[in-house]
């Protein structure tokens, strides 16, 4: 199981390191792992897979505008073994919710790899969307997490 610098994780969500290499006011709420957890299931159930295609990785939130990925330099997330994602939106800023985030669609890649996104679920998140909708957003707890589907939509091959 590799970690962010040689550090242990934060936590461990079914045998999936989690590393908090970010400062964004969500990973850090009292019900981080409750949502992490909630939404991680909801990805693998979209996808069809269950917690054994997480078993052993690591999921890293980072808060640098961009991960690298393949030699691409401006991916929100990245899967190569590992996860890994930004907590920050080019236009919108920090993401208020970990459902906001490129998650669920780098859960698909651990998944059913598909690197050329040309499986059809890639085009359509809208029931992983209403399954995630309705929860809060941070830092202050008042608003609703906004969720970005269409942050999840690659055309295929591209």
Do not use: N
């Not at 909708?133 to 269409?150: M, N, V």
């Amino acid at each position: 199981m590799s970690t962010s610098c040689g550090r242990g994780p934060d936590l461990v969500v079914h045998q999936t390191a989690v590393v908090l290499d970010t400062t964004a006011p969500f990973a850090h709420h009292p019900d981080f792992a409750r949502r992490l957890e909630s939404t991680m299931s909801a990805a693998l159930e979209y996808w069809g897979g269950d917690w054994k295609a997480l078993a052993h990785r690591t999921v890293t939130f980072q808060d640098e505008q961009f991960v690298a990925c393949g030699g691409m330099g401006t991916a929100l997330g990245c899967f190569d073994g590992d996860i890994r994602l930004t907590t920050r939106d080019p236009s919108i800023g920090t993401f208020r919710c970990v459902e906001a985030t490129v998650l669920v669609h780098e859960i698909g890649h651990a998944v059913i790899g598909d690197r050329d996104h040309r499986d059809p679920r890639w085009m359509d998140f809208e029931r992983v969307a209403q399954e995630l909708a309705g929860r809060i957003g941070y830092p202050d707890g008042s608003a609703p997490c906004e969720l970005y589907p269409s942050v999840w939509r690659h055309l295929p091959g591209s």
